[in-house]
Nanobody, 125 residues
Framework: QVQLVESGGGLVQAGGSLRLSCAGSGRTFSVYAMGWFRQAPGMEREFVAT????????YYADSVKGRFTISRDNAKNTVYLQMNSLKPEDTAVYYC??????????????????WGQGTQVTVSS
């Protein structure tokens, strides 16, 4: 089991950057593939990015590819999402999630058993 806490959200202007962090508890953090998802009001939760257990493999939604970078530091039990060139349509609550199967290629939220509380990202035009 793992507990996750996101941080780093805020209000930025279009074109700006934010770095989100997801801090996990437990000694088994490194066995989980991790994902970032986001949800805007009235919208379904959508996949943003995933990363494998060791960080060697990543996958991104087309909407963020080339702008966002997911990474992890297992020694610190932390996953990051660096967001550059932010757009108003990136506005959402961002969640990190842990996949106990360890498969980074899962983009379906139902495959992730553990979720953080989320952090709000607002991008103004």
């Amino acid at each position: 089991q793992v507990q996750l806490v996101e941080s780093g959200g805020g209000l930025v202007q279009a074109g700006g950057s934010l770095r989100l962090s997801c801090a996990g508890s437990g000694r088994t953090f490194s066995v989980y593939a991790m994902g970032w998802f986001r949800q805007a009001p009235g919208m379904e939760r959508e996949f943003v990015a995933t990363i494998s257990r060791g960080g060697g493999n990543t996958y991104y939604a087309d909407s963020v590819k080339g702008r966002f970078t997911i990474s992890r530091d297992n020694a610190k039990n932390t996953v990051y999402l660096q967001m550059n060139s932010l757009k108003p349509e990136d506005t959402a609550v961002y969640y990190c999630a842990a996949n106990p199967s360890g498969s980074y290629y899962y983009t379906d939220p139902s495959r992730y058993d553990y979720w953080g509380q989320g952090t709000q990202v607002t991008v103004s035009s």
